[in-house]
C-alpha cells in the first residue's frame, strides 16, 4: 500500500503535490502487484517478481546510494543518508528472498525481458545521479514512498518461501513528508524533485508490467 492516509493527516504543504502523484503514479494500484500481494498468482510469478526486483534494487550502490552524491541541501542530505543506511537492510532481505526463490522462472521471450530490465535498471541509475538540483532527492523519495507497495510483495513472497518477514526499514513516512515539504519551497526545486519521483514511478509501473506479460507468457507456454 501506499502511506496510510492517517499517516499523512497531520502533514500539510508541498506534500499534496507528491501525495498526489504518488497515488496516481504510484505501484499501489497495479492489478499485477495487488494480485501477488493478495496471494493470488503461483509461486513461480512470486519468485519471478522477486528476482526483477532484486534486478532493479538489490545491487550496491543503488538509487538511494548514488543519490546521496547530488543531493545539496542539508535536508536532503541528512534524509538521504539516513535513507541509504537502512536500505542496506532492505538489500540483504532481497538477498535472502534470492536464494529462497530459487531459479528464475524459465519464461518465453526472455532475451526481451532481459533487455527491458537492464533498461529500467540504466534508467533509474541515470535518474538518481541527475546533476538537476532535486531530481535524485525526488527519485529516491519515490523509491521510498513505492517500497511500501514493493515490500508488500516481497513479505508475502517470503511467507510463500518460508522465511519470516523482517521489519521494513524504508519508508519513514513523517520525515519523508518533511523533507519533500522543505524542499518545495522552491518551486525550481519542487519541479525537479516531481520529475524524478514521476520518473520512478514509471519505471516501476513498467516493472509491473513486464512482470503481468512474463505470467501471462508461463501460462500460454
Do not use: K
Not at 63 to 71: C, G, M, P, Q
Not at 84 to 102: D, I, K, N, P, T
Not at 192 to 197: N, S
Amino acid at each position: 500500500m501506499l502511506f496510510e492516509t492517517a499517516q499523512l493527516e497531520p502533514f500539510s504543504g508541498a506534500w499534496g503535490s507528491m501525495g498526489a502523484l504518488a497515488g496516481t503514479d504510484g505501484s499501489a494500484l497495479h492489478p499485477h502487484l495487488r494480485a501477488l500481494r493478495a496471494g493470488a498468482l503461483p509461486h513461480r510469478d512470486l519468485a519471478d517478481a522477486v528476482h526483477h526486483i532484486a534486478r532493479l534494487h538489490g545491487r550496491h550502490p543503488g538509487l538511494i546510494d548514488y543519490a546521496t552524491a547530488h543531493a545539496r541541501r542539508p535536508v536532503e542530505c541528512d534524509w538521504i543518508e539516513a535513507a541509504a543506511e537502512a536500505f542496506v537492510a532492505e538489500r540483504a532481505y532481497l538477498v535472502r528472498l534470492v536464494a529462497a526463490a530459487g531459479p528464475l522462472p524459465s519464461t518465453p521471450g526472455h532475451a526481451e525481458s532481459e533487455a527491458a530490465a537492464a533498461a529500467q535498471r540504466h534508467a533509474l541509475d541515470m535518474l538518481a545521479q541527475s546533476d538537476r538540483a532535486g531530481c535524485a532527492t525526488g527519485a529516491a523519495v519515490a523509491l521510498a514512498i513505492d517500497w511500501v507497495s514493493i515490500r508488500s510483495v516481497l513479505d508475502r513472497a517470503a511467507t510463500s518461501f518460508g522465511l519470516d518477514a523482517l521489519p521494513a526499514r524504508l519508508p519513514i513516512p513523517e520525515e519523508t513528508v518533511s523533507v519533500v515539504d522543505a524542499l518545495a519551497r522552491e518551486p525550481a526545486h519542487e519541479r525537479a524533485m516531481l520529475f524524478g519521483a514521476q520518473q520512478v514511478f514509471a519505471q516501476h509501473r513498467g516493472l509491473w508490467d513486464l512482470l503481468e506479460a512474463r505470467a501471462s507468457a508461463r501460462r500460454r507456454g
